[in-house]
């Protein structure tokens, strides 16, 4: 074995030994009573592609009606057509996108659809601005409520 051999395999011991110390040290300082608390509730919430909290409110918020797809990555709703059993000459069908990963209202985006039945068939009809809007803005207020509510439970 040469020298610079034999003096490096009698050095690992001490390195090993200095490391160890280093790492108790470093975990110690982390170790009072009190640990900081994570801010789960934070407005910017990234465990999927978009906001959690829009997206879960946009979920719960679009649940009576058939969903086509879903992509939490990609932050895209899509809904089957959707007839109301109060008014069954009228379905809606809507694409929500959530194009953020905070939350904000401009990371929300509402798209609708809307047919009426004329002679047995469907046919395209106009959707009021003010009906996105309105969805758009329930879904905020549920995303903020859960975003409230995470905050409470900390």
Do not use: H
């Not at 009576?64 to 899509?78: C, H, R």
């Not at 002679?119 to 975003?147: H, N």
Request: hydrophobic share 45%; glycine share 6%.
């Amino acid at each position: 074995m040469s020298r610079l051999a034999e003096s490096a395999s009698k050095m690992r011991p001490l390195v090993l030994g200095i490391s160890a110390l280093a790492m108790v040290s470093v975990l110690s300082a982390c170790g009072g009573k009190e640990r900081p608390k994570a801010d789960l509730a934070a407005s910017q919430v990234t465990t999927i592609g978009v906001n959690s909290y829009l997206w879960r409110a946009a979920l719960d918020s679009l649940s009576f009606m058939p969903l086509t797809q879903t992509d939490s990555n990609g932050g895209v709703i899509l809904t089957d057509w959707y007839v109301n059993p109060e008014n069954p000459s009228e379905r809606m069908k809507l694409n929500v996108s959530i194009l953020d990963r905070d939350l904000r209202a401009d990371a929300l985006r509402v798209a609708a659809s809307r047919q009426v039945q004329q002679g047995g068939t469907w046919v395209a009809a106009p959707v009021k601005a003010a009906t996105t809007q309105k969805l758009e803005q329930i879904i905020l207020t549920k995303a903020r409520d859960l975003r409230r509510g995470a905050i409470t439970s900390n």
